[in-house]
């Protein structure tokens, strides 16, 4: 049977009687937001003092423009947990912001080109000009524009107890940090294999504003005057308007999932293989850094992909480096579109679900992807992306068609005894609660997200900027009518000021040039 692995797994598990450790696994959010002002055009200003220092505040910072804010949440032991202190995060910064919100969307809107979208900046110290510098080099060679889409990444890892048990059931008696890169290797393929199912469920981004393709021919539809779309789009966030791995699939780059060693290797050697399309950029022109160089990857981040396995870096260390020294410690989920009817951005019911689909591909047995999978991988994603309500919508797998609805029921039956379990150790029945909920979505994509979202429009007889601003307003009056405790207010100020004080003594301690330390940072391995 094809889940058959999965069932046993699942019965070693709970036959041990130490299933609860299930319980122990932790949650992390990053969730990025773009700050508008008043006409909903993406802000000018710079990122405000009050949130700290980018480079070094944990809990706040930018992604590629001063105006894309990055709210980030420690590891939580439950999703409420986890929610609760994205919640605090937001209060913090809405008590900070002046005549400005954070948009509730995926998309942008009111672009006024590229130019217009201020590069993120980290202070004088090298390793805040790296960061720019890598910015302004994704300007180059994707456009900013592409850069502003904002998302929700969900990040996941099992306990240490979890893994001695499941390597003691498995009866695998490789070096414990091997086995674990090893299942979160799968894991990872799994997601990949299965990762449609994120944008079909959770896609919220089915229309753009005009201006964001800024005059760029087109297969999207009009919807109306100042808006494009698709009928059963579900998230061109993720279709092939947004930021993809073009440039790296024409030079003959991949990442390879095969495993840990693989994986590294593989975006190793994209960091240091030249690509005469970025040379013509060029690297450093009249004194100022264009980009990191002229390599297919200027670093590991470039690769966009749903899903990375991560470890966690420790000074100026190469992500590839952390991942070769020490193993995988979590893996991050990339491909949630910002809820543009939740005031978070995500809610309980989604966290739960991929609470439950992440721990099914790590249980369900994960071959090694070959290139006709990976093939069928992009491809259903982008048919997901630009057309996954679409009645009778089929997919790839193996080679073979079948259709969406049947997968992805397929999908959700064999999840039902992983989800099952996850209420057992949690005292709970939110998990199911959830499988239930997507299971309707399935059956029924009128019910999606994006469905919704397409509905409202037309029922407000709105295009996509009035829509997202309504409900960005809508949210901004929600965040300043709740006021953060005495308590939390002071763990944020504090936060904020210890940020600053770090980003000056950084600065202070460099003692190489910005060019020797470029030089550094790539040769240490």
Same mark, same amino acid.
């Given at each position: ?244 791995? &073009? *440039?790296? /699939?024409?030079?003959?780059?991949? =990442? ?5 060693? @693989? !994986? $590294? ?47 966690? &870096? *420790?000074? /100026?260390?190469?992500?590839?480096? =952390? ?5 995988? @410690? !979590? $893996? ?194």
């Amino acid at each position: 049977m094809v889940y058959q692995s999965l069932k046993i797994r699942l019965k070693q598990l709970i036959d041990s009687g130490q299933a609860a450790c299930l319980s122990e696994s932790l949650i992390g959010l990053e969730k990025e937001s773009l700050r508008v002002a008043e006409d909903g055009s993406i802000s000018q200003t710079a990122h405000p003092s009050a949130l700290g220092s980018a480079l070094t505040n944990p809990a706040i910072t930018t992604d590629f423009s001063e105006a894309l804010i990055e709210l980030i949440t420690p590891p939580c032991s439950s999703v409420k947990e986890v929610l609760s202190y994205l919640d605090d995060i937001q209060k913090f910064v809405y008590s900070k912001l002046d005549d400005e919100t954070l948009w509730a969307t995926s998309m942008p809107c009111v672009v006024c080109g590229g130019s217009s979208i201020p590069l993120a900046q980290y202070g004088k110290s090298n390793v805040g000009t790296m960061k720019t510098v890598y910015r302004r080099g994704l300007g180059y060679r994707y456009g900013r524009t592409m850069q502003v889409i904002a998302g929700v990444h969900f990040n996941y890892s099992v306990s240490d107890s979890f893994w001695d048990l499941y390597q003691k059931l498995q009866a695998n008696t490789d070096p414990r940090q091997d086995f674990i890169s090893d299942q979160y290797m799968g894991l990872v393929r799994n997601m990949l294999r299965y990762g449609w199912m994120i944008p079909y469920l959770f896609g919220a981004s089915p229309a753009v504003c005009k201006s964001f393709l800024d005059g760029k021919p087109t297969m999207l539809t009009d919807f109306n005057e100042h808006t494009f779309y698709e009928p059963y789009a579900t998230s061109l966030r993720m279709g092939d308007i947004g930021y993809t791995n &073009t *440039q790296e /699939d024409m030079a003959g780059i991949k =990442a390879d999932y095969s495993s840990i060693d @693989a !994986y $590294v290797k593989s975006l190793q050697c994209a960091i240091e293989k030249p690509f005469a399309a970025y040379d013509d950029i060029g690297v450093k022109v009249d004194g100022e850094y264009r980009q990191l160089n002229a390599n297919i990857l200027q670093i590991e981040n470039e690769y966009y992909s749903t899903v990375r396995p991560k470890q966690i &870096t *420790q000074k /100026d260390e190469k992500p590839t480096t =952390a991942l070769h020294k020490r193993g995988i @410690a !979590y $893996v991050e989920i990339r491909s949630i579109d910002v809820n543009a009817f939740d005031p978070l951005g995500v809610n309980e019911e989604q966290l739960y679900f991929l609470e439950i689909f992440v721990l099914f591909c790590l249980l369900q047995e994960s071959k090694t992807l070959n290139q006709m999978e990976m093939n069928e991988v992009d491809m259903n994603l982008i048919q997901v992306a630009h057309t996954g309500r679409q009645p009778g919508l089929e997919l790839n797998r193996h080679d073979q068609s079948i259709p969406l609805k049947d997968w992805a029921l397929e999908l959700c039956e064999a999840m039902r005894e992983v989800a099952k379990l996850l209420d057992e150790v949690n005292h709970c029945d939110s998990y199911s609660k959830s499988l239930r909920s997507q299971i309707e979505c399935i059956n029924e994509p009128s019910k999606t997200p994006s469905a919704r979202m397409l509905e409202e429009m037309r029922d407000h007889e709105e295009g996509f900027f009035h829509f997202a601003q309504r409900k960005s307003l809508q949210y901004l009056d929600y965040f300043k009518s709740r006021e953060l405790s005495p308590e939390r207010q002071q763990f944020f100020e504090s936060m904020t000021q210890e940020s600053l004080a770090k980003q000056l003594q950084i600065e202070a301690s460099d003692t190489l040039s910005f060019d020797e330390y470029l030089q550094q940072y790539f040769s240490n391995s």
